[in-house]
């Protein structure tokens, strides 16, 4: 967690859950595992987990609850952009609902800045959210927090069916990896779309044709994209362009939420 970040699509990283379970293709390479194994591993076994099987108090990427950085926003007086739990799911079947609304009730509070909140589980966000709606006093997730959900090929594409389903002001697509074509994506109600390719040891190549098609889908249909990486062995070793170009553009949301 930091207020810094080299992911270029947000401004800092807050994480008052981390650990997560594979749920799909995407998840075979996840760099959260990879840094909760080796480089944060001492820090992360010191908690206990949610669940606390012999096999999980072992494991550093077991989902684990920090309710001591649950205040970080409020604290951080210069409006930014958020990602939520860059290391772990908020919607994972082992976080709580009672510390969902906690994290919820803090983007409600330090509401200058715009939180991003990144699920492979938009079924249970769905469900959250009505249950507990009527209590929050609120019909929608306001704009200044965005919620989006990980497609990285058609096996996943539902997840924007389900994500449609939140009441929320701003939703994207993180296709990131990007494992297969998503040309007949349904962006009926996305405000924003991420694509990317994989990095690190074994890294899945993208092929072009994909990005290209992605890009091309989200401009007819009038929604921001952004192309953060080709990927390769490490993020930046295929370069960022594509088709010679920069995309890295944002929902307009963000103008009049984050000067």
């Known amino acids: 967690m930091g207020t810094r970040t080299g992911i270029e699509w947000t401004d800092a990283t807050w994480n008052p859950v981390t650990g997560c379970t594979k749920v799909s293709a995407g998840c075979d390479h996840c760099y959260a595992e990879t840094l909760a194994r080796r480089r944060l591993r001492d820090v992360y076994l010191r908690q206990p987990p949610v669940v606390e099987t012999e096999a999980n108090v072992a494991d550093p990427f077991a989902v684990r609850l920090w309710p001591e950085r649950l205040d970080a926003p409020i604290t951080w007086s210069e409006p930014r952009m958020v990602f939520v739990n860059s290391m772990s799911d908020l919607f994972h079947r082992d976080v709580p609902d009672e510390f969902v609304l906690e994290v919820l009730h803090v983007m409600l509070t330090a509401d200058w800045h715009v939180y991003q909140v990144l699920t492979k589980r938009p079924v249970r966000a769905a469900r959250f959210w009505d249950r507990h709606r009527a209590a929050l006093g609120l019909t929608h997730i306001p704009e200044h927090i965005w919620m989006g959900t990980s497609i990285e090929s058609r096996d996943v594409a539902y997840r924007a069916r389900h994500l449609r389903a939140l009441a929320s002001e701003v939703r ?38 994909w990005a290209i098609a992605l890009r091309d889908l989200c401009v007819r249909s009038g929604v921001p994209f952004f192309w953060k990486q080709w990927g ?23 103008a009049s939420m984050v000067a």
């Open 172 to 209: 994207f697509l993180s296709c990131e990896p990007l494992l297969g074509p998503l040309d007949a994506l349904d962006l009926t109600g996305i405000h924003w779309v991420i694509g990317g390719g994989e990095s690190g040891p074994g890294a899945r190549p993208v092929d072009p044709s």
């Open 232 to 254: 390769g062995r490490t993020p930046k070793a295929g370069g960022r362009l594509l088709e010679g170009e920069e995309w890295n553009q944002f929902p307009r949301w963000t």
